[in-house]
C-alpha cells in the first residue's frame, strides 16, 4: 500500500517561510518537554492570544478565507477545520507562521469518519466485518489520505452506542453493542493515530460525542438522554474509555444533555470523570455552535452566562461560534473567570498543538509547496483495492431463498431502483472529501461483472420518495437528490416491462444517503411507499427478486422479507461499492458480515437489542403465556437480529466446551467450540461469544457480547475457535456504582449471531 511506503518528508524549515526561533525547534515528543515549552509559551502570550486559542474557526458561508485569513493575522485563531487541500492549508499557516506576533501554529481538522478521499463503508457498515484488521485499514489509509491533505485531526471516531434506528447519526457509529462498538473504537484511534499523532501520515483522533448521544429520547437528533448511573456506566461509556484509552487526543463534546445538565457545561462529566478519573491529557472541542445553545438549554441566562459556564465546565475549544472571543475579556475583567482557566484550557490546545509536532514543524503534513498534487481529486490519490475488499465484508446477506444468489454471469439481469446508478448516494454520509464521480455505482458494478458474458437491462422504476416536502428536505444543502419528472405509474411500468426481459431483477432500494445523516431522523422506518410500489410490481412479474439494500439505519422490513427471494444489505459502501456487491451477487466473493443492530419488525418495537435485562414475567415464543412481556398485536423478537448474517455455505457449532469448571478471579478459563464448514464452498463465518450472569445484586443482561472471531473455512473443514474469559469479562457497575465481578453462576453462549448458540456454564467463585 503506498502508506507503508517509507517516504522521506521531513521538510528542511529552510524551504518555509520564517519562523519564530524561539517556538520552532526540535522539540523531544515527551509530556515532561511538551508541559516545560507550554508553560514557558504562555508566559509570553497576552489574554487575546490565550482566547485565540481556543477559537476553532469553520471555513465556509460564515466565514470566508479572506476574512479567517485576517483573523489569523490577528492571533484571533486556534485551528481551522472545513478545509481540504494542501495550497489553502499552507495560506492560512503562512499566516500564522508569517504575519501573527508568536507565530503559534494552526492545526488543521475535518470529518474523517469513514475515508478521506477513498471512501469506506460507514461505521454502521465496518461494524458488520466484525474484523478489526479491516477497521485497522480502513483506519491508516484514511489518516493517510487526511494528512496527504494537509489535515491532523479528525473528528472520529464515533462511538455513541445507539439502540434506536429512528436516529439518523446511527450510521456514523458501530452499533448497539458495548462490546463491539469499544473494540471498533479503540482499533480505529490505534490506526489513525499510529505511532505518535506527529507522524507524517497520522492524524490525532477526536472521539465523539461525549457522552451518551446514542440514547437521545425517541431517535430525535439533539435531544435529551436521561439514565441511571449504572446504565450509563454499563452500556454507554465503555467505548469511550476504550478510544480514550487506546490514546485519542480529542474528545468531542456531545450536543445533548444528560440527566438534565447539557454536556457542554457539565464539569461532572468534563472534569470529575474526564480528567480527575480517567486521567485525560488531551483536549476537549465542543460541538458546532454548543456554546451558544447553553442559552437554548436553559442552564445559561446570556451569552456571557454561557461561556462561563462552558470554560469553568472544562471546554477547552469552542466549534463554530464567536462566544469566547467576544465575552471571555469581560469575564476575566469582571473575575467571574479566573486567569488560571483560561491558562488551563489554553494549555490544553497548546498541548495538542506540541503532541502534532507542529511545534517541529507547522508544515509536517503538507510538504514543501512544489509537492502539492497538481490535481488534488487525482485517481492515483485514492486507494481502490482496500477499499473494495473492505467494502465486501461489510456486506450482509439477510435471505437466500432457494439458493437466488449468487446468479450466473450468463444471465439477462434487470437492474431497477432509484440507488441503482447514484453515485452520491452510495458514498453515505460524512463522505469528507470523497469525489462522487469517483464512485462505481451498483449499475456500473453489475454491467463490468457480465461484461462480455450476460445482458444488463436497466430502468430506475421509482424516485426515493414522492413526498415533495422530503425531496426538499434533503435537497436543503446540496442537490443529492434528482427527481424524475415521470409519473409513479411510467417508471413502474417501464421496469415492469424490462424485468419480463429478464432472468433475474436487482432492485436497489432503500434511503438516500441524507435520510441517515446527522438531523435525519425519522419517525417511520420502512422503506419509501413508492420504492414499495415498485418492488410489489416487480414481485407480480414472478422472476427471481433480489432486494440490494443501501441504507444508514436497520429499516422494518417485514413485507420485503415475504416478497424477495434474497436480501443483500450494503449499507453505503464507498467508493468501490458497485463491485464489492456485485462480487457478492455473482460469486466472487462470499458473503460474511454480521449484523452490528438488531433489524426490528416494526418502529413500535424500538428500542430492541439483544442484550436487554429480563423480568419478572420474561416472554417465552415456545410457550406464550398472556402475562408475560410481549407485543399482542405483532411478532416478538427482532426481524433480524443482533451478529444475525447469511453466507452462500452453512456452518455447523459444536457444543460449548469449557477448560474448567469454576474460576478464581485472578483464574482465566477458555470456552471452546469446533466449527465446521458443512457446505460446498470455502466461505468465512464469525463466531461469537455472549456470557450472562445468571444471578446477582442487580438484574443483568441476557447476554452480552464477549468476544469475537472470524474463521475461513473451506468445504469439510472444521477449526476449533476459543475464548478467553477471564475476571474483567464478568465485571459490571452495581447498585453502589462500585465495578464488581460477583461469585456465582455464569452461562456461555457460542454461536454465529446472538440467537442461535449454543450453551455451557462455569461458576466464580
Known sequence: MKWLCSVGVAVSLALQPALAEELIGNHPLTPEARDAFVTELLKKM??????????????????????????IKKS???????????????????QAMQLSRLKIPLFFAYDVVHGQRTVFPISLGL???FNLAAVRTVGRISAYEAADDGLNMTWAPMVDVSRDPRWGRVSEGFGEDTFLTSEMGRTMVEAMQGKSPADRYSVMTSVKHF?????????????????????????????????????????MVALNSLNGTPASSDSWLLKDLLRDQWHFKGITISDHGAIKELIKHGTAADPEDAVRLALKSGINMSMSDEYYSKYLPGLLKSGKVTMEELDDATRHVLNVKYDMGLFNDPYSHLGPKESDPKDTNAESRLHRKEAREVARESMVLLKNRLETLPLKKTDTVTVVG?????????????????????????????????????????????????????????????????????????????????????????????????????????TDITIPQSQRDLIAALKATGKPLVLVLMNGRPLALVKEDQQAD????????????????????????????????????????????????????????????????????????????????????????????????????GD????????????????????????QDVTASMSRPVKQLRGFDKVNLQPGETKTVSFPIDVNALKFWNQQMKYVAEPGKFNVFIGVDSARVNQGEFELR
Open 211 to 251: 457522552a451518551a448521544y446514542g440514547a437521545v429520547e425517541g431517535g430525535k437528533e439533539y435531544n435529551t438522554v436521561d439514565m441511571s448511573p449504572q446504565r450509563l456506566f454499563n452500556d454507554y461509556m465503555p467505548p469511550y474509555k476504550a478510544a480514550l484509552d487506546a490514546g485519542s487526543g480529542g474528545v
Open 566 to 665: 434474497a436480501i443483500l444489505e450494503t449499507w453505503f459502501a464507498g467508493t468501490e461499492g458497485g463491485n464489492a456487491i456485485a462480487d457478492i451477487l455473482f460469486g466472487d466473493y462470499n458473503p460474511s458480515g454480521k449484523l452490528p443492530m438488531s433489524f426490528p419488525r416494526s418502529v413500535g418495537q424500538i428500542p430492541v437489542y439483544y442484550s436487554h435485562l429480563n423480568t419478572g414475567r420474561p416472554y417465552n415464543a415456545d410457550k406464550p403465556n398472556k402475562y408475560t412481556s410481549r407485543y399482542f398485536d405483532e411478532a416478538n423478537g427482532p426481524l433480524y437480529p443482533f451478529g444475525y448474517g447469511l453466507s452462500y455455505t452453512t456452518f455447523k457449532v459444536s457444543g460449548v466446551k469449557m477448560s474448567a469448571p469454576s474460576m478464581k478471579p
Open 76 to 94: 484571533q485563531v486556534g485551528a481551522i477545520f472545513n478545509t481540504v487541500t494542501r495550497p489553502d492549508i499552507r495560506e492560512m499557516q503562512d
Open 46 to 71: 497576552t489574554v487575546d492570544e490565550k482566547i485565540g486559542q481556543l477559537r476553532l474557526i469553520s471555513v465556509g458561508p460564515d466565514n470566508p478565507k479572506e476574512a479567517i485569513r485576517e483573523m
Open 668 to 691: 482465566k478459563l477458555t470456552a471452546s467450540v469446533e466449527v465446521t464448514n458443512t457446505g460446498k464452498r470455502a466461505g468465512e463465518t464469525v463466531i461469537q461469544m455472549y456470557l
Open 418 to 522: 432509484p440507488l441503482a446508478d447514484s453515485k452520491r448516494d452510495s458514498m453515505g454520509s460524512w463522505s469528507a472529501a470523497g469525489v462522487a464521480d469517483q464512485s462505481v455505482t451498483v449499475l456500473t458494478g453489475i454491467r463490468n461483472a457480465l461484461a462480455g458474458k450476460g445482458n444488463v437491462l436497466y430502468a430506475k422504476g421509482a424516485n426515493i420518495t414522492n413526498d415533495k416536502d422530503i425531496v426538499n428536505f434533503l435537497n436543503l444543502y446540496e442537490p443529492a437528490v434528482v427527481v424524475d419528472p415521470r409519473s409513479p405509474k411510467e417508471m413502474i411500468d417501464e421496469a415492469v416491462a424490462a424485468a419480463k426481459k429478464s432472468d433475474v431483477v436487482v432492485a436497489v432500494v432503500g434511503e438516500a444517503q441524507g435520510m441517515a445523516h446527522e438531523a435525519s431522523s425519522r
Open 127 to 129: 461494524a458488520s466485518s
